[in-house]
């Protein structure tokens, strides 16, 4: 009778283990890479903005030079590897959120044509514009 309690006992034990290894770690490894991420996107959002705000007289060019330097740092000091193509992403992103929330990016999906044929219309109302960009490119 106690060998078969035991025999049970070492089932329910590796089928427990084999849970834990099949769905807990990876849970966890992604939820630990979904808070790091969280963390880098919140750390490029406050880089853009003290770019844009103590280094307003330098081209955009150079802002984002800058903000890719130091999220680059700081992203080595934390022990994060991420590709150079992903950072781009997210400091564009976080421009882009910057932009829309001032309310100097009224159309975010427009194309450029779209957008510079609206701000050369400025007497037009918004579908007026966005008429007469259409119109041009047939």
Same mark, same amino acid.
């Given at each position: @009778? ?11 034990? @590796?089928?427990?283990? *084999? ?13 630990? %890479?979904?808070?790091?991420? &969280? ?9 853009? *903005? ?9 081209? %955009? ?22 590709? &150079?193509?992903? *950072? ?9 959120? @910057? ?7 009224? +159309? ?8 510079? +044929? ?5 007497? @037009?109302?918004?579908?007026? &514009?966005?008429?007469? &960009? ?5």
């Amino acid at each position: @009778m106690n060998d078969i309690l035991f025999e049970l006992l070492k089932l329910i034990v @590796m089928i427990a283990v *084999l849970l834990v290894m099949r769905y807990a770690i990876p849970w966890l490894r992604s939820r630990i %890479g979904v808070e790091k991420m &969280a963390e880098i996107e919140k750390w490029a959002e406050k880089a853009v *903005l003290m770019a844009q705000q103590v280094y307003w007289e330098k081209s %955009g060019e150079e802002r984002k030079e800058i903000v890719t330097k130091f999220l680059q740092e700081m992203l080595i000091a934390k022990n994060i590897s991420i590709s &150079a193509e992903q *950072l781009n992403i997210l400091i564009e992103a976080a421009v882009k959120q @910057m932009k829309i929330e001032e309310g100097r990016d009224t +159309a975010p999906n427009m194309p450029n044509s779209q957008r510079q +044929a609206s701000k050369q219309d400025k007497g @037009m109302n918004a579908y007026q &514009a966005e008429e007469k &960009a259409e119109m041009e490119e047939i």
